[in-house]
């Protein structure tokens, strides 16, 4: 299926929500990494260019000591919710707020979750 933009919905960025929060939670954090890494990958795939770098989020949210993150995740979010037509919701606020009060894994699963609707998959 097309999307209006001309690019290709598949389903290789959609992915299991319940499984990724497990092995986050069972990696105390670890298996976040690869979560972003991912979600970097398609979301850029569906703006159709390379606005988000996992080693330069890593490097920038290291030095700033995790202030850089958490504008990311505002910034993902807004960009998600311009990508499903959701102008005009609060998205990238509740997001800001999510991982300001240390709920970024939470964020996280709202981001894919978005993803996955975005690749016509309503699985969690």
Do not use: P
Request: net charge neutral.
């Amino acid at each position: 299926m097309g999307s209006g933009s001309g690019f290709s919905r598949s389903t290789e960025h959609v992915r299991n929500i319940a499984l990724d929060l497990i092995l986050t939670i069972l990696t105390l954090g670890l298996f976040n990494l690869w979560v972003q890494h991912r979600q970097m990958v398609a979301v850029n795939s569906m703006l159709g260019q390379q606005k988000y770098s996992f080693w330069l989020w890593f490097l920038l949210t290291i030095v700033t000591c995790g202030i850089y993150h958490i504008y990311h995740e505002y910034r993902k979010s807004d960009d998600l919710a311009r990508l499903l037509g959701r102008q005009g919701s609060n998205d990238g606020l509740v997001s800001l707020l999510l991982t300001i009060f240390g709920l970024a894994i939470v964020n996280d699963a709202i981001q894919q979750t978005r993803i996955n609707e975005f690749h016509g998959s309503t699985a969690l």
